[in-house]
């Protein structure tokens, strides 16, 4: 599965080292490699699990299997039902106080699906990015478009 990252981020470098780096200070040397890793606009990502970087934003599908992965998420039926319910416990809120509880997993629940609640802009402009592929063949309004 592939993904072409949008938006440049940052990664631990595995090769980076507390120990090594304390053990250079001591030693009155300097320790060169650096804690983190910059990850490029362009890069390409072949992961079992680059669909994730889509779904927030961090990246397009670059393969129909990546693709296909970020459609079946967005589309999911049990997805969907949470974020309808989601709505209605935030209705519920304005009008009615709610436990502890409750108030506790509707923020975090806000915070996670933020988007999908119309609580933040998408990451990205128009929502996931699907970089063209092959045509849906039940889409007509490709043609119509293009012209």
């Excluded at 935030?90 to 996670?112: G, N, V, W």
């Excluded at 929502?127 to 592929?133: C, F």
Aim: charged share 30%.
């Amino acid at each position: 599965m592939k993904a072409i990252r949008t938006k440049p981020a940052k990664a631990v470098n595995p090769l980076f080292s507390h120990a090594e780096r304390r053990a250079a200070r001591i030693a009155g040397k300097e320790y060169e490699t650096s804690q983190f890793i910059e990850l490029q606009v362009g890069e390409e990502v072949e992961d079992p699990h680059a669909w994730r970087l889509c779904v927030i934003g961090m990246a397009a599908p670059a393969d129909d299997e990546c693709r296909q992965r970020v459609l079946k998420y967005l589309g999911d039926p049990g997805r969907q039902q949470l974020i309808q319910d989601l709505k209605l416990l935030r209705q519920h809120a304005k009008t009615t106080k709610l436990s502890k509880k409750d108030a506790r997993y509707l923020e975090i629940m806000e915070k996670a699906y933020a988007v999908d609640l119309g609580l933040a802009p998408s990451p990205v402009r128009g929502g996931v990015v699907i970089l063209d592929g092959p045509p849906d063949e039940t889409d007509e309004t490709n043609e119509s478009n293009d012209q």
